[in-house]
């Protein structure tokens, strides 16, 4: 069968269009880790008990020194590698992991006080927690900052001057950012302005706050909080506040047992074999 000239070019097109497909879909493609969307919620727990031998457990008779209770934030997450140009945007798990993400919160307390119980506008909370590896598997993690009452305490104000008010959920706006050296920002998500884009709220009182008012490290993370050994291998692991100094192996083999006695002075221990000196 004979092709005419226009239905050659036809033909052609199409198979260098069917080419071009087929190598493209084959080829790899870009792909960088994202963890959102991330969702956000508040709620306020009373601290656990730890049930002992005695009785009297908590003293003065109270479960609490304090008006207020626990601010609990919920941080929902999903780990993921989104893989630009690819058909489908979530893939398979394949198996990859992320070391070394850092989640940044900051959490605005709309009416803060003074030291002398003086309104002074809003109060900045925030911490970070880095985490030691994070599974890029496309499923929801979760994870738990707490506000001590104490904190909640110095912030919120007082009706006569004497009495704290008690604290809800309309009263903090939370910001949560998921961060890594490599990748820079990897999602972030907000809570409390329902009724404005997400973060034109927090950003504007954020320029508001006196330096006075900002309380670095007085949110906890889960590992630092009174839950902080329940269902732990339910959440991503936590690096520990303090980081122990890299292993130095030079140092252990110079402080090995029996360096002493072997007179070995590269160990850089004192104590070779002393020289006998002769009795004058």
């Known amino acids: 069968m004979m092709l005419t000239c226009g239905k050659f070019r036809t033909f052609a097109a199409g198979l260098f269009a069917l080419c071009v497909s087929l190598s493209l879909e084959g080829a790899p493609v870009a792909k960088r880790p994202l963890f959102g969307p991330v969702n956000i919620d508040l709620k306020f727990l009373a601290s656990p008990r730890i049930k002992t031998g005695s009785t009297n457990v908590t003293p003065r008779g109270r479960l609490s020194l304090y008006n207020n209770r626990w601010a609990c934030i ?16 979530n893939s398979k798990p394949t198996g990859e992991w992320l070391n070394d993400v850092v989640l940044g919160i900051q959490v605005i307390v709309r009416d803060s006080m003074s030291n002398t119980r003086r309104p002074v506008g809003a109060a900045l909370l925030s911490t970070r927690a880095e985490f030691w590896s994070i599974a890029l598997d496309g499923r929801d993690h979760i994870f738990y900052m707490y506000i001590p009452p104490q904190i909640i305490e110095r912030c919120m104000p007082s009706r006569d001057g004497r009495t704290v008010n008690v604290a809800s959920a309309k ?15 990897l999602a972030k998500g907000y809570y409390g302005a329902k009724e404005r884009r997400p973060g ?14 900002v309380f670095h490290g007085a949110i906890l993370s889960r590992a630092r909080s009174p839950w902080g050994v329940n269902d732990i291998d339910q959440y991503d692991l936590e690096k520990p506040t303090y980081m122990p100094p890299p292993l130095d192996a030079a140092a252990i083999n110079r402080a090995a047992p029996g360096a002493e006695e072997s007179g070995d002075k590269s160990a850089g221990l004192k104590g070779g074999k002393k020289s006998k000196k002769s009795k004058q």
């Open 74 to 89: 919920e941080i929902t997450y999903t780990p993921r590698f989104d893989y630009e140009g690819a058909r489908k945007r």
């Open 200 to 213: 034109e709220e927090f950003n504007e009182l954020l320029r508001t706050i006196p330096t006075s008012n």
């Open 171 to 185: 009263d903090f706006l939370v910001c949560v950012t998921f961060y890594h050296k490599e990748w820079g920002v």
